[in-house]
């Protein structure tokens, strides 16, 4: 998404500078926007210029992503290429990739409620029934109410959390 916001700029007709000074300043994206003020930084108060800036910025930035993203802007900078089409097109591949993502986590999700439901709802339900019909034909009352309490104080609550812990896990980053 900060892709986008740097490709509008760029389309606006902004300057490098101006197309990160910009993106520094919305912290809406994050540790991008601050990475964008590293590079601002680089540019401004220590006076490199912004291939110098940018090259610095790919090695201090820990994603990959990013770094790919700004040695790219490198590479149409010293080639002398258009860096709008240069942005627009990382920015449609990137989006291309967050939706692909989305679409397997959406998937993964899915197959995870699945499991939920035949774990944790309907199973117990099935024992419960299982248990009070053991019960109606001569088993051990206290017995039967005893697994029932340990299925349902015990069992239901920690498999919920199980699955809840499962899905913070695999949820990906925004």
């Known amino acids: ?12 007709g902004a300057t490098p500078e101006q197309l990160f000074a910009g993106l520094a300043t919305q912290p809406l994206y994050g540790e991008v926007a601050q990475e964008c003020a590293w590079i601002v930084r680089d540019l401004r108060v220590l006076g490199h210029d912004i291939m110098g800036a940018l090259a610095r ?5 820990p994603s990959v992503k990013f770094q790919d993203f700004l040695q790219g802007a490198v590479t149409a900078l010293s080639s002398g290429g258009d860096l709008k ?15 692909q993502e989305q679409r397997k986590f959406l998937d993964s999700l899915g197959v995870l409620a699945e499991a939920f439901v035949t774990v944790v709802v309907a199973a117990p339900l099935f ?16 017995d039967n109410l005893l697994t029932g309490y340990l299925l349902i104080f015990i069992l239901i609550p920690l498999a919920q959390a199980g699955f809840a812990w499962t899905v913070k896990v695999m949820t990906p980053e925004a």
């Open 1 to 12: 998404y900060a892709l986008n916001y740097i490709s509008t700029m760029a389309s606006a």
């Open 57 to 61: 910025a790919i090695d201090r930035s």
């Open 85 to 99: 089409d240069y942005f627009s097109s990382k920015a449609e591949q990137y989006l291309l990739d967050n939706r």
């Open 127 to 142: 024992l419960i029934v299982i248990l009070s019909v053991m019960t109606t034909l001569g088993g051990s009352a206290s």
